[in-house]
């Protein structure tokens, strides 16, 4: 079976034929700092081989690189940097128009201009110079880490197995609460059960929400909200947001009640 996707480790330390990422107890170059660790395995998840093939080929490049939020930008911008040379690497974390942010698109124009190496990172790619995200040779999106990859990184730390973990463990958990969760002098099943706990209380709080209006706020529906299925008992009825005002709802006719 071939594998598209290899790591930088991989290529410059080869391991035997009978050895490789299909082998779960191979470790390229582990990291034993959870922060840096799930960088490096989330960055390898992301890269193809032909894009891996395209960092490493030297010479003029611009990549521009998602990440799930803010608090990965750092952690990928360093594992970037540890991979290779870069001649500028932008974090994309401020809006466009301050006076530091012209500044950095200028240099990162400049960069490009003479055949640099130019790497962007950002939760908000729009934040980046348009400059590298109108030639980016490469995008890249990186996820939070897989299973396969949160098992990996409990075994760097605490060098036992991650049994039990559950499917989709990092799903909703950002990377600060993963650093929290997976800690050097730990053992693994503490490890797991900090995520599963974790897990947990993402599943019931969303709080990306906290500032939908609730129905009974809302102005304008009339008598479509007489028409609205109450919400279940326990549960709280809220909104989504419009582009119009907050607190506001376009709508068309009441829904109509069958039976």
Same mark, same amino acid.
């Given at each position: ?29 582990? !990291? ?12 390898? *998840? ?57 500044? *950095?698109?200028?240099? =990162?124009?400049?960069?490009? !201009? ?30 939070? $880490? ?19 973990? $559950? ?23 503490? =490890? ?10 993402? !599943? ?26 109450? $919400? ?25 009640? =069958?039976?």
């Amino acid at each position: 079976m071939t594998d598209d996707k290899k790591t930088l480790d991989d290529l410059f330390n080869s391991p035997p034929d009978d050895e490789g990422r299909d082998n779960p107890d191979y470790d390229p170059a582990p !990291s034993l700092d959870t922060r840096g660790g799930i960088a490096q395995l989330c960055l390898d *998840e992301a890269l193809t081989r032909k894009a891996l093939n395209r960092l490493m080929r030297g010479g003029p490049l611009a990549v521009v690189a998602i990440v799930p939020s803010l608090a990965w930008v750092d952690a990928i911008k360093a594992e970037f940097r540890r991979r290779t040379g870069w001649d500028k690497a932008i974090v994309g974390a401020r809006k466009k128009g301050s006076l530091g942010d012209l500044d *950095e698109a200028r240099q =990162c124009a400049d960069a490009l !201009s003479r055949g640099g190496r130019v790497v962007g990172i950002s939760n908000a790619p729009t934040n980046l110079p348009a400059s590298l995200l109108a030639s980016a040779d490469l995008t890249i999106t990186i996820r939070p $880490p897989s299973d396969r990859a949160l098992r990996r990184q409990i075994r760097w730390v605490t060098g036992q197995h991650a049994r039990g973990l $559950p499917a989709g463990a990092a799903t909703g958990l950002d990377l600060d609460t993963l650093c929290g969760a997976i800690r050097d002098g730990s053992t693994a099943a503490d =490890c797991v059960r900090r995520l599963a706990a974790a897990s947990r209380i993402v !599943s019931v709080v969303d709080t990306s929400l906290a500032d939908v209006p609730h129905v009974r706020d809302i102005h304008g529906m009339g008598a479509a909200r007489r028409g609205a299925p109450a $919400p279940a008992p326990g549960r709280t009825a809220h909104a989504p947001r419009s582009r119009g005002r907050r607190g506001s709802l376009r709508s068309g006719s009441p829904p109509r009640r =069958c039976g």
